[in-house]
């Protein structure tokens, strides 16, 4: 094992044998006319939203540490939810929600479970912190196999198992049922990641309470409009998020977090109308991506997952962006060779996608 002191007078010091090996969390960010491979919001927030913003940080003291219980958030979250704050945890994104939840639950000799293909987070975050991942399989079309999920949990004994729903990068939305089974089997706490979940038809929220160590996380990046500026949260039990706020860091929400997600909530009703467009042009995105040689999977998010029929993706890929499209090549999660995964953004974007695509497959 390398440390250090191993290390020659002036070379740079080695990190942990663990996270040399690893490799980092990217998605490409290049410069094109319709980018859709990253899951953004295809608006941003109303007019009104930033001129109030602007007008609240203009009377910010700036040489003040924010709110550290970041109260007005909060109880604004929890409004929204029908929660008590208590119940609420936000942090720079709901990735850092996650790396919150492996540091307090997990670490040396812990474990999460996680079903693949998913979120390639959960187990690069947990592996991050010192915590074992034990992989269990989906079927054939992605979906959950109850006998695996018990299989994986009694090896395993699993600190936290993650499901993601709707699950990222296929898009199919984990039923009722099955979470219901899920939780009630895992000898750890159950994490459902809901990053989608507005755009679902039913949200594991329903299914909390003090008694059942279940806990959903939520993004402000999506439904919000809000990806620039990384807040998530999560809601759960009150014990449970008692845990994580003796874990956080001091101070770890900046006051223009606080202040610009507090301010969000004022404009459910814009930003329900937006979910309600964006499922209706998923919809109409499905339906021509139907008409195309492509196989493709059920989606309850903002995005689709698709493979082209005979080509190869990595060549499909190439083909749009040279277009100026640019989608997410899925090609190395586990169990998706061959597959792209198209964010659904405005109409004229996907018009944009849907005749570069017909034309590369031609």
Not at 68 to 87: C, S
Not at 174 to 187: F, G, K, N, Q
Not at 188 to 205: K, T
Not at 237 to 263: F, N, S
Request: with cysteine; proline share 7%; net charge negative.
């Amino acid at each position: 094992m390398s440390t250090p002191n191993d290390d020659a007078p002036g070379a740079p010091v080695a990190p942990r044998d663990d996270v040399a090996l690893m490799e980092g969390y990217h998605s490409p960010q290049v410069d094109v006319a319709v980018r859709l491979n990253t899951n953004e919001a295809p608006e941003p927030p109303p007019a009104a939203f930033t001129a109030r913003l602007g007008a609240a940080l203009a009377d910010v003291a700036w040489h003040r540490y924010p709110d550290r219980g970041y109260t007005a958030l909060r109880a604004a979250i929890a409004e929204l939810h029908g929660v008590e704050p208590d119940q609420v945890f936000a942090a720079n994104g709901s990735n850092e929600v996650l790396q919150t939840l492996c540091l307090t639950y997990g670490g040396a000799g812990r474990r999460v479970a996680v079903f693949e293909p998913t979120y390639a987070l959960h187990s690069h975050i947990a592996r991050i912190t010192g915590t074992g991942v034990a992989v269990g399989e989906r079927t054939a079309d992605h979906a959950l196999d109850l006998d695996e999920v018990a299989r994986v949990l009694d090896e395993a004994a699993p600190a936290i198992t993650f499901l993601c729903s709707p699950n990222n990068p296929t898009g199919m939305v984990e039923p009722e049922a099955v979470v219901r089974r899920v939780a009630d089997a895992a000898p750890g706490l159950v994490v459902v990641d809901e990053a989608y979940g507005q755009f679902a038809p039913w949200s594991a929220l329903d299914l909390l309470g003090d008694d059942r160590p279940l806990a959903v996380t939520r993004t402000f990046s999506k439904t919000w409009s809000m990806a620039a500026a990384r807040l998530g949260y999560l809601v759960g039990p009150r014990w449970l998020v008692a845990e994580l706020d003796k874990v956080v860091l001091p101070y770890h929400l900046d006051v223009v977090k606080q202040v610009a997600g507090t301010l969000a909530l004022d404009f459910r009703a814009e930003m329900e109308a937006r979910v309600k467009a964006l499922v209706a042009e998923r919809a109409r995105l499905v339906a021509a991506l139907g008409e195309l040689p492509v196989d493709q999977w059920p989606s309850g998010a903002n995005f689709v997952l698709f493979r082209p029929r005979g080509r190869d993706g990595g060549a499909v890929w190439k083909g749009l962006l040279d277009r100026s499209v640019l989608v997410r090549n899925c090609a190395s999660w586990p169990r998706l060779d061959g597959c792209l995964r198209v964010t659904v953004g405005t109409p004229a974007e996907d018009d944009a996608f849907l005749s570069a695509l017909a034309e590369v497959l031609s």
